[in-house]
């Protein structure tokens, strides 16, 4: 079975310019999460989806990240524009159920931003 | 004061010992309770989740919920060197996941 994918694996950009990670899921997984994974912490969940509903964005910097999961498999994650402090990991990950205990993360994005 | 706390670390132990990582929190409302284990360059990697309190064994690894203290711990038996990589807590609440800052271990062969 394979696992998420995401990609680029790397991105190295200044500040505000934009910038965009992909994440394909695990199929037949309904749940897909995005988090950021600042150096040091733990992460942090950005957005969650149920098949290509939004099931919580409550601690996404809306004005300027977005998120999407046209149809309800694989979704991007935007950030415009960037700033200094979004230099972090960006994880993807996917659940087969909407409960979220059992999750399986990719290898995530790393960004820095100049 | 953060959801959860848990002990950076560095924790460096000799091959064979037994590891005992923990994390505090301060919700009420946590239900499930997981641990991951992040080697470097990596994401995490699901070890074990439990509900609520009690015990929960799998392998080598046990891990225990006392939910009147408000502290979780996993206790990792005969520690390998492949078990050297950091290790999270997670909480749920609701739909939202609250993840420690994670304890980074190293084994000594």
């Known amino acids: 079975e394979a696992g998420v994918a995401q990609s680029p694996r790397y991105k190295i950009i200044e500040k505000r310019q934009s910038v965009a990670f992909w994440c394909n899921p695990i199929?037949?997984?309904?749940?897909l999460y995005w988090y950021q994974q600042i150096l040091g912490q733990g992460p942090k969940l950005l957005i969650q989806?149920?098949?290509?509903?939004?099931?919580?964005d409550s601690q996404l910097p809306k004005d300027r990240f977005s998120a999407e999961r046209l149809k309800g498999v694989d979704s991007t994650l935007k950030i415009q524009p960037a700033k200094l402090e979004d230099s972090a990991v960006y994880l993807c990950?996917?659940?087969?159920?909407?409960?979220?205990?059992?999750?399986?993360f990719g290898p995530g994005t790393r960004l820095l931003v100049l | 004061q953060k959801e959860v706390e848990q002990d950076p670390g560095p924790l460096s132990v000799p091959e064979g010992a037994i590891v005992s990582l923990n994390c505090t929190y301060s919700?009420?409302?946590?239900?499930?309770f997981m641990w991951y284990r992040q080697y470097s360059r990596k994401g995490p990697e699901l070890l074990m989740y439990?509900?609520?309190?009690g015990n929960k064994e799998d392998g080598r690894f046990t891990a225990q919920v006392d939910k009147s203290s408000k502290y979780i711990s996993l206790f990792i038996r005969d520690s390998q060197p492949s078990d050297s990589a950091t290790y999270l807590c997670?909480?749920?609440?609701?739909?939202?996941?609250?993840f420690g800052t994670g304890t980074s271990l190293t084994v000594i062969p």
């Open positions: 990950a996917s659940s087969l159920g909407g409960s979220g205990e059992t999750q399986y």
């Open positions: 199929s037949g997984h309904a749940t």
């Open positions: 989806f149920q098949n290509n509903g939004v099931v919580d």
């Open positions: 919700n009420s409302a946590f239900q499930y």
């Open positions: 439990t509900y609520s309190s």
């Open positions: 997670a909480m749920k609440a609701g739909n939202q996941f609250y």
